[in-house]
């Protein structure tokens, strides 16, 4: 009877996850998985994640970073384990940080400004798409430069803190 109570336990461990979020990002951060796990096999693996940079744009990346990636998961990568280390990545971070560096990843060289046919090409493409109107709403309220750039540190200060911060 003993090894059947160890194993609800443990059960009941990783299902904790789940109660950190609610329901709406779990869906959010399936979807996350469902992309990045790219041979559909349930599970993120190197390949996957040499893929997934590859689709960013990213071909160069060092076999030493995806293993170091892989290294920070306590074993394969299914999606509880993928849920479990963003809620560990996330638990007490500032929201502000955590889109900002979301932004970051596109934004390689720290301009804090991005194309705005890429952001509009990711936001109609990607995960939950963004329809022409949502579109045409954003750059009304966050108008890109002349050059088409979008300052995304704005935008997402506008996002946490729900107003515009005084230009200096």
Same mark, same amino acid.
């Given at each position: 009877?003993?090894? &059947?109570?160890?194993?609800? +336990?443990?059960?009941?461990?990783?299902? %904790?996850?789940?109660?950190? #979020?609610?329901?709406?990002?779990? /869906?959010? #951060?399936?979807?996350?998985?469902?992309?990045?796990?790219? $041979? +559909?096999?349930?599970?993120? !693996?190197?390949?996957?994640? +040499? !893929?997934?940079?590859?689709?960013?744009? +990213?071909? $160069?990346?060092? /076999?030493?970073?995806?293993?170091?990636?892989?290294?920070?998961?306590?074993?394969?990568? %299914?999606?509880?384990? *993928?849920?479990?280390?963003?809620?560990?990545?996330?638990?007490?971070? !500032?929201?502000?940080?955590?889109?900002? $560096?979301?932004? &970051?990843? #596109?934004?390689?060289?720290?301009?804090?400004?991005?194309?705005? !046919?890429?952001?509009?090409?990711?936001?109609?493409?990607?995960?939950?798409? *963004?329809?022409?109107?949502?579109?045409? /709403?954003?750059?009304?309220?966050?108008?890109?430069?002349?050059?088409? %750039?979008?300052?995304? &540190? $704005?935008?997402?200060?506008?996002?946490?803190?729900?107003?515009?911060?005084?230009?200096?």
């Amino acid at each position: 009877m003993a090894p &059947k109570k160890a194993k609800k +336990r443990a059960e009941g461990a990783s299902s %904790n996850v789940f109660s950190m #979020f609610e329901q709406a990002q779990i /869906q959010e #951060f399936k979807e996350a998985f469902t992309i990045m796990d790219q $041979n +559909r096999d349930g599970f993120i !693996d190197k390949n996957d994640l +040499r !893929d997934t940079f590859a689709a960013l744009g +990213r071909l $160069n990346v060092k /076999q030493e970073e995806i293993d170091d990636m892989l290294k920070e998961a306590p074993g394969p990568v %299914n999606f509880t384990v *993928f849920l479990t280390m963003f809620g560990e990545k996330l638990k007490g971070a !500032d929201p502000e940080e955590t889109i900002l $560096n979301a932004f &970051k990843v #596109f934004d390689p060289e720290g301009k804090g400004t991005l194309k705005k !046919d890429f952001v509009t090409e990711m936001l109609t493409t990607q995960a939950d798409r *963004f329809s022409p109107e949502e579109m045409e /709403q954003m750059f009304a309220a966050f108008p890109p430069d002349v050059a088409g %750039n979008l300052d995304y &540190k $704005n935008l997402v200060y506008v996002i946490t803190h729900g107003e515009e911060k005084d230009q200096e």
